[in-house]
């Protein structure tokens, strides 16, 4: 899989694995810690979760201008480590007032932003020498999906710790109780229907009878501490990881390539370091304010204004320090941004209203097949089942082919064997959900490859922006399927005004299927974005363009209050019709401006 590539691809995503294992374990548990802690409405978690997501991406900005000015990419990459360490060990921190968490999550996403666009660029420069240069966009999907292996095992750990610490203070894990405590110590719960139905979830998940005000006082109290707590633990393992990508960083870091960023001594050809430097800051800085102040005239939300003002500002600074001969690329990859930022609007919302839709609308407990795909053991015993049923009939030496046998046998077994011990009904965690689309870029990457691969010897393998466009398309089928699982379902803000204890339920395979679609949306968009990225920023702009690329992710990011604000005040339908209509349109323009974007890459 490796030979044709360099050494130093290796090293990058293992690297990168301790964030990606952070990242979703955040995106798994992020919005349901700060409900579950701090009783915030999903209007309110979804706005502090947009921030945290949009300044991941939007300080990548910074660190690309860090790092393309000093030249130094590996050593900012390795403070970005470091701090984020410092970041999610505050977070993992109990007891923390919501301010101090918010400070955790900014330093996080500091820490993120110095690191994340910064090894993307040095990924992209492994393959500007021409030995690799032919197979950089199979490098950035083995890249993109070794980094997700890490990722797969995050919404597990993260379920897992969490329902250890629960049963460790005597409770199991219901996902719908902690906003019911915070309901009844807020006083709305009151009427003796809602309590009696309150008394018997509380019972269930307890050891002992909860019955009359003080102890479900008592209980409530408990609960939410303990269901938090057990977040912190989860944080805490995060950390642990991201300590394990910073050991092997600072052990192997030697076999990534030092740049050397080559500045022309006339302003003809480079007008980085030039007399309209003051202007360069200037005109971003004001573009930026200009934006945040008509949204404040227009009463809307300043900061989404200062957000997009702040897109803004990083076009007409390319603009201003672009040459001529520059100008086409720098401006084709502008236009890509525009897309990107409707896509992660849509996709992102997998850690938000689908994490929601998981939580409130997907069935609670499951029967044993189901539960194969959300217990960590069974899961991996199932994979490597599969991987052995592949090896048995997809290759030709009969070696293989026995050890693939085998690995169908005794796995097939472990599994069985895990599925007899399943009860007829199983509980399922919310969390786990997130598990899947990195399992999906993981088992998805190699075929994907090989249908490129195929196409490319017969002469009729996509364009890089084609396949972007197609991401688009498929992505909103992606919503397509969770709209269809969703009619007919009661509108949360129905749930909310009625104060309803349960309501209808599907089948996690709506959400598992939408999960799919949407994954191999990624695969098309994410890394041949990335590649599209590193082939046709120029030379001296690589960190910042690649920082370009995660601003637009994280406008996107930004825009994720849209599905949260939406959430309790529309029908789901509705609802998901919004992303699907918004990859349309976006795909539609990338494929308008599709002659633009191929010469761009020439």
Not at 91 to 120: C, E, R, S, V, Y
Not at 356 to 364: H, P, Q, S, T
Request: contains cysteine.
């Amino acid at each position: 899989m490796l030979k044709n590539h360099p050494k130093g691809l290796l090293i990058a995503f293992f690297s990168n694995m301790g964030e990606r294992f952070g990242f979703y374990t955040m995106m798994a548990i992020l919005v349901l810690f700060l409900q579950a802690k701090y009783g915030l409405s999903a209007e309110q978690a979804g706005g502090y979760y947009s921030w945290f997501y949009f300044a991941i991406y939007a300080l990548a900005l910074i660190g690309g201008l860090i790092a393309d000015a000093t030249n130094r990419y590996k050593t900012v990459i390795l403070l970005g480590i470091i701090i984020m360490f410092g970041g999610y060990t505050l977070i993992a921190m109990p007891d923390m007032p919501l301010n101090i968490t918010l400070i955790g999550l900014f330093i996080i996403a500091f820490g993120n932003g110095l690191f994340k666009g910064n090894l993307q660029a040095v990924v992209g420069q492994m393959y500007d020498d021409p030995q690799y240069s032919k197979v950089r966009d199979t490098g950035f999907m083995i890249f993109y999906m070794g980094i997700n292996i890490g990722a797969f095992f995050a919404p597990y750990v993260a379920t897992g710790i969490r329902n250890w610490f629960l049963r460790s203070q005597g409770f199991e894990h219901d996902a719908s109780l902690p906003s019911f405590c915070h309901a009844f110590l807020d006083g709305r719960i009151t009427d003796p229907d809602s309590i009696a139905k309150f008394e018997a979830l509380a019972s269930k998940v307890s050891a002992t009878t909860v019955s009359g005000t003080e102890q479900l006082t008592d209980f409530a109290h408990k609960y939410i501490d303990a269901f938090a707590r057990g977040y912190n633990w989860a944080f805490g393992i995060a950390a642990f990881a991201i300590l394990v990508s910073l050991f092997v960083y600072v052990v192997f870091n030697k076999k990534l390539p030092n740049k050397e960023r080559k500045v022309s001594a006339t302003p003809k050809t480079s007008t980085l370091y030039n007399k309209n430097n003051l202007l360069n800051i200037i005109v971003p800085i004001s573009l930026v304010a200009l934006t945040g102040l008509i949204f404040w005239v227009l009463d809307a939300d300043i900061a989404l204004g200062l957000a997009i003002g702040l897109f803004f500002g990083f076009v007409a600074l390319m603009f201003m320090m672009s040459t001529k001969e520059e100008l086409p690329k720098v401006t084709s990859l502008l236009l890509v941004f525009v897309v990107v930022i409707f896509f992660w609007m849509s996709f992102h919302q997998n850690g938000l209203t689908l994490t929601l839709f998981a939580r409130d609308y997907n069935v609670k407990e499951v029967g044993p097949f189901t539960n194969i795909f959300f217990n960590l053991w069974s899961m991996l015993t199932f994979i490597g089942t599969i991987a052995g049923l592949a090896l048995m009939f997809g290759r030709e030496k009969i070696r293989e082919r026995i050890i693939g046998l085998v690995m169908f046998l005794v796995l097939g077994f472990a599994t069985y064997y895990q599925v007899q011990k399943f009860g007829q009904t199983n509980p399922i965690a919310p969390e786990v959900f997130q598990s899947f689309n990195p399992l999906f870029i993981v088992v998805l990457t190699f075929p994907v490859m090989g249908a490129f691969a195929w196409m490319n010897k017969r002469n009729i393998e996509p364009s890089t922006p084609k396949k972007i466009g197609i991401g688009m398309i498929i992505a909103s089928l992606g919503f397509v399927i969770v709209l269809i699982g969703s009619l007919n379902l009661v509108a949360p803000k129905t749930i909310e005004a009625q104060g309803l204890t349960e309501w209808g339920r599907v089948s996690p395979y709506w959400l598992i299927s939408s999960y799919l679609v949407l994954t191999i949306a990624e695969l098309f968009l994410s890394p041949m974005g990335l590649s599209f990225v590193s082939k046709v920023a120029p030379q001296r702009f690589q960190g910042l363009m690649q920082g370009g690329w995660l601003l637009a992710t994280a406008i996107g990011n930004k825009l994720l209050f849209v599905g949260s604000f939406f959430w309790e005040r529309i029908e789901l339908w509705q609802l998901w019709t919004i992303f699907i209509v918004s990859c349309i349109l976006s795909a539609l323009f990338i494929f308008s401006i599709m002659r633009r974007l191929e010469d761009a890459t020439k």
